[in-house]
């Protein structure tokens, strides 16, 4: 029997219902630490519907393809992941998140920690 094989959306979702900040890896690339909420918008789903099928080791993006659709799969994952961090234009992150979820102080309790803007 063939184990499931989770995706990075999975692991989005996940980091949703643990409210912790996870470091992610995408293969060829680096680490970068995803934090929620992470809440996309339609036009995010559809430009990154490749990168949030990647599969995932651990907490470790790759592709299952090999060559440059491989190299390109994981430069849009990198790409999606980066820009849900902020590296990305202002009009950009605006079409693509939902909300920002900005770090207010870690020594708060965990439920204090975030300050959540909802995008208008």
């Known amino acids: 029997m063939k184990s ?6 999975d692991l989005l979702r996940a ?5 912790e900040d996870i470091d992610v890896s995408v293969d060829g690339y680096d680490t970068i630490a995803v934090c929620a909420p992470i ?3 339609p036009i995010a789903k ?17 592709s299952d393809k090999d060559g440059d659709e491989g190299d390109k799969e994981c430069k849009l ?6 820009s849900l961090a902020g590296y990305c ?5 605006d079409k693509w998140f939902e909300f ?21």
């Open 77 to 82: 994952a990198w790409d999606f992941l980066s």
């Open 100 to 120: 920002w979820a900005v770090p207010v102080c870690a020594a708060l309790p965990k439920v204090n920690r975030r300050l959540l803007i909802q995008k208008k």
């Open 4 to 9: 499931k094989t989770y995706t990075l959306e």
């Open 39 to 41: 809440e996309l918008t």
């Open 15 to 19: 980091i949703n219902v643990l409210e």
């Open 46 to 62: 559809e430009k990154f519907a490749t990168a949030l099928k990647l599969p995932i080791r651990g907490t470790s993006v790759y």
């Open 89 to 93: 234009p202002t009009q950009q992150f």
